[in-house]
């Protein structure tokens, strides 16, 4: 079986940050969602779990970072292409995200940009020519 994971993120308006994560392509699985929790699926093997701060704080005892005005986490995913990537971070901002809090990375055989959600979690989403970047390994090898 695949490892999967499970990005469990304090979220201050529940039903804001579902409507976010649907924006970016995200579907709520009803099974694992009440009205303190949404499990947003991206993946077969990717999960968000999108928390009320009373929920997420039975989980821990540390304060809830404002993840506006600190960074304690970025959280990568890769995408099929550099138009995906585009697409993915328009979708973001028209979701009610913030686009490119960091910078744009443009490498030729990598494509990389940034969006936060409505709670400034910061996500990336990137897009690399794994054959460019095998051919650019084994230049760097001989």
Not at 7 to 35: C, H
Not at 100 to 129: A, C, K, L, T
């Amino acid at each position: 079986m695949a490892k999967m994971i499970f990005v469990n993120l304090p979220v201050t308006d529940l039903d804001r940050s579902i409507s976010f994560y649907e924006a970016i392509g995200a579907e709520k699985n009803p099974q694992f969602s009440d009205e303190t929790a949404a499990c947003m699926v991206l993946s077969e093997t990717i999960y968000v779990m999108l928390l009320t701060h009373p929920k997420y704080e039975g989980f821990t005892d540390k304060p809830i970072a404002d993840a506006h005005g600190s960074s304690g986490v970025l959280l990568a995913l890769s995408g099929d292409s550099r138009e995906e990537v585009d697409a993915t971070v328009a979708r973001a901002t028209g979701g009610g995200g913030k686009a490119d809090p960091g910078p744009v990375q443009d490498h030729g055989f990598m494509y990389g940009r940034s969006f936060e959600d409505p709670d400034g979690h910061h996500w990336e989403i990137f897009w690399m020519d794994m054959d460019a970047a095998s051919a650019m390994e084994a230049e760097h090898a001989a």
